[in-house]
């Protein structure tokens, strides 16, 4: 059964830092691209960033420049590192893979003005 456990958010000034943690069992981990996607309030979950097997990144136009996903094979652990947040970066991020339909419970990202 596959797991996924994101650590990371919290409140943070406009301008400031985040770094979100996600770690996934259960699964081949470095066989699967993954994704880090975020609901903000009233709006539908989207995808913000996503990484390949082989480190290939992309990032919604939102957050580019801004945010950086990478991973680490070894601890099953993907990131995603927030720069320069701002208020419209708010909401419950999530990660998971890419290509299946499983979720963990989000760690809740706050920036205030």
């Known amino acids: 059964q596959v797991q996924l456990v994101e650590s990371g958010g919290g409140l943070v000034q406009a301008g400031g830092s985040l770094r979100l943690s996600c770690v996934a069992s259960g699964l081949f981990f470095r066989f699967n691209a993954m994704g880090w996607y975020r609901q903000a309030p009233g709006k539908q979950r989207e995808l913000v960033a996503s990484?390949?097997?082989?480190?290939?990144?992309d990032y919604a136009d939102s957050v580019k420049g801004r945010f950086t996903i990478s991973r680490d094979n070894a601890k099953n652990t993907v990131y995603l590192q927030m720069n320069s947040l701002k208020p419209e970066d708010t909401g419950v991020y999530y990660c998971?893979?890419?290509?299946?339909?499983?979720w963990g419970q989000g760690t809740q990202v706050t920036v205030s003005t």
């Open positions: 998971k893979p890419v290509l299946r339909d499983q």
């Open positions: 990484i390949g097997t082989g480190g290939t990144t």
